[in-house]
Structures are given as structure tokens and as C-alpha cells.
């Protein structure tokens, strides 16, 4: 039901989710990669939507194109909407620009996204991002952490433009109180067990932060 495709250049995770109705979260990096990976599981025509975890590139650079070709709806929080026209669509650390989009779905917390069996909560968990979010499914016990968690005690770079490190802390606190078995994050390996692994992001968070 969920499938990963791990996309060239840095590596960041794409999540195809195919229920009743068929998203993708994070498209970023190579978009023919991308594509071509897609096709393998799905019909690409038949994605629903095109939800972003947040606005880097290596999370969204392929968000027009798959749009153009989908006709998916991108789906993508209010603030990181503003952030990436102010970014101009570009990765300044990265040097690098990706064609621009319009979301034709602008979430915000508590926002809910329903896809079949899957429904998921939007988190607003700004930090590593002003416009990050998390995707939480709380019957299934699933969350899509972008580059907010990862495992093993990871947790997103601040340093970043838009970045905010007490933002973050706040944002990792909040997501020990939620109550997930499966974390799907935005770079690295799903991870059963996520509650541990999210308690140690909060914990390493706040000693290095
Ligand atoms: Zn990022």
C-alpha cells in the first residue's frame, strides 16, 4: 500500500500511497528517476495528489512536472507556500532552482486529507521549515515525518533560511504526544517502533539545540 523510491541527487524519500485514492509525498530530485519509478506501481495519471512535507528541493523540485502529467493536486501548508515564492523556488544553500507551482490545496493544522482507509491529520511542525508539516494517520498508526524526524535521534537542519531551532524543539514535543507504530520519514529508513525513535529526536533536540 505504501511504497518508497528513494530519488536521486540527495536521496530523499518519495512515498506513493495507493488507497482508495493515490498520493505521492515529496517529489523531489529527478523528475524522469521519479517517473519512471512511479509507473512501475501506478497508473501516474491516476495520483490524487502531491503532498509536500515541505518546500526543499530535493522534497518538491518535481512537483510542475508531476503535476503537469498527473493532473494531481499539490497539497502543501499555507506558510511553506508563502516561504517558497519568497525562496523564489530556489535552494540558496544548493545554488539550485526548480520550476515553480501553485498548490491547489493549501492545508493547515488540523487540516484533514482523506484517501480511503488512510486519513490523514495535518501537523504543522515548523523548525526545520516555517511551512513544515506531518502527516498523521492515527487509526493506522502511521506518520510521514518529512524532515522534521528522522530515525535513531534525528532530527531536521535549522540552519537553514527559515529555519528556527526552538520552532523545532516545540515541533518534536508535539509529536511525542501523538501515538504512532510506523515512521515514514523524509530521508533514510522507515522505521517500525516510532514513538522511540521520535523521543529521542526531542531528547538529542534539546541537548544540541
Ligand atoms: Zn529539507
Known amino acids: ?22 498520493a505521492v509525498v515529496d517529489v523531489g530530485g529527478d523528475f524522469r528517476f521519479i517517473y519512471n519509478a512511479l509507473s512501475k506501481h501506478v497508473d501516474v495519471k491516476k495520483i490524487d495528489y502531491i503532498i509536500l512535507t515541505h518546500s526543499h528541493f530535493d522534497h518538491a523540485s518535481a512537483t510542475a512536472d ?3 502529467v498527473s493532473g494531481a493536486r499539490v497539497v502543501m501548508h499555507k506558510e511553506e507556500f508563502e516561504f517558497a515564492k519568497q525562496q523564489n523556488f530556489s535552494s540558496s544553500f544548493f545554488g539550485i532552482h526548480f520550476p515553480p507551482f501553485e498548490p491547489d490545496l493549501i492545508v493547515e493544522e488540523g487540516d484533514r486529507i482523506e484517501l480511503g482507509e488512510m486519513e490523514f491529520k495535518i501537523l504543522h511542525t515548523p523548525g526545520h521549515t516555517p ?11 502511521r506518520v510521514f515525518t518529512g524532515d522534521t524526524v528522522f530515525p535513531n535521534g534525528g532530527f ?21 504526544e501523538i501515538d504512532a507504530e510506523f515512521m515514514y520519514p523524509g530521508h533514510d529508513n522507515p522505521v517500525n517502533n516510532a514513538m522511540e525513535h521520535i523521543n529521542l529526536s526531542f531528547k538529542f533536540a534539546k541537548m544540541f539545540l
Open 66 to 68: 508531476l503535476k503537469k
Open 131 to 141: 511551512g513544515s508539516i506531518c502527516l498523521y494517520d492515527r487509526e493506522g498508526r
Open 1 to 22: 500500500m505504501i511504497e518508497r523510491i528513494v530519488a536521486p541527487p540527495l536521496g530523499a524519500n518519495v512515498y506513493l500511497i495507493m488507497d482508495e485514492k493515490k
Open 156 to 176: 531536521g537542519r535549522v540552519d537553514f533560511p527559515g529555519g528556527n531551532p526552538h520552532q523545532l524543539i516545540q515541533s518534536l514535543k508535539r509529536l511525542t
